[in-house]
């Protein structure tokens, strides 16, 4: 990161090998406190403009607030870098992670004994399943898992007809001594829905989370994740 980036807070480029895309780059754009504050204080001086000039007018009565609703969606989306759309945008993998907690409930990491390539396209083959979406986003992968996944039998399957959204997960590597470090973001806080479902989509997340270390060849984990529903 250079000086100047770090005097404003803003991040820095993440991955010389990843040139960001101009989609990234608008996201990015609103990294600092004072770009967010100016941006939020241009729509709500766009909005008193509004107020002003149509005030009394017509069938017009309903823009400025239709203008704040939308504005302040857009916003929303760029200062999240886009985190908590169903599916958000590929982004560089620092970004990303920072952004996960966000996103997910649970997180877990665990050592590998594959070098990071090798661990990425292990866990690209597991889940090169029926029922199953995958998306390599810089050195993670993004998974999302459909009703017709049938790796398992669940105690909630029969609520698998009811699921309107697929469930998602992220998980990140990265190189380590001895091979590669691998952390999984799973239960996914944007998923809402009735109560079997919700309980199906947990129990799929920690089915995925269990293939994703045999898979990378990692070490039974020692005791179950800490994470929870948030």
């Known amino acids: 990161m250079d000086d100047e980036a770090a005097a404003s807070g803003q991040l820095g480029p993440p991955d010389d090998r990843a040139p960001l895309s101009p989609r990234q780059r608008v996201l990015l754009y609103f990294n600092t406190t004072r770009r967010k504050f100016w941006a939020g ?21 309903l823009i400025p607030n239709l203008f704040l609703y939308a504005g302040a969606a857009v916003l929303w989306i760029l200062f999240t870098h886009g985190s908590r759309l169903a599916k958000p945008p590929p982004m560089p993998a620092e970004i990303m992670r920072q952004d996960a907690p966000g996103r997910f409930s649970n997180r877990e990491e665990w050592d590998s004994p594959l070098p990071p390539e090798q661990a ?30 049938q790796a398992a039998e669940w105690w909630h399957r029969d609520a698998a007809r009811d699921m309107k959204r697929r469930p998602a997960l992220q998980f990140f590597v990265e190189g380590a001594a001895g091979g590669s470090r691998v952390s999984a973001y799973s239960v ?36 179950p994740p800490k994470g929870k529903r948030g």
Request: without cysteine; negative net charge; proline residues 5%.
């Open 41 to 61: 204080a241009t729509l709500v001086a766009g909005w008193l403009l509004l107020e002003f000039l149509l005030d009394g007018v017509p069938y017009l009565g």
């Open 120 to 149: 990425l396209e292990a866990l690209q083959g597991i889940f090169g399943q029926p029922g199953v979406l995958t998306e390599v986003m810089d050195r993670s992968l993004w998974i999302q898992l459909g009703k017709e996944w």
């Open 188 to 223: 996914d806080r944007t998923l809402m829905g009735l109560y079997d479902v919700v309980k199906l989509s947990d129990e799929m997340s920690a089915t995925a989370v269990e293939l994703a270390r045999k898979a990378t060849g990692a070490l039974p984990p020692g005791q």
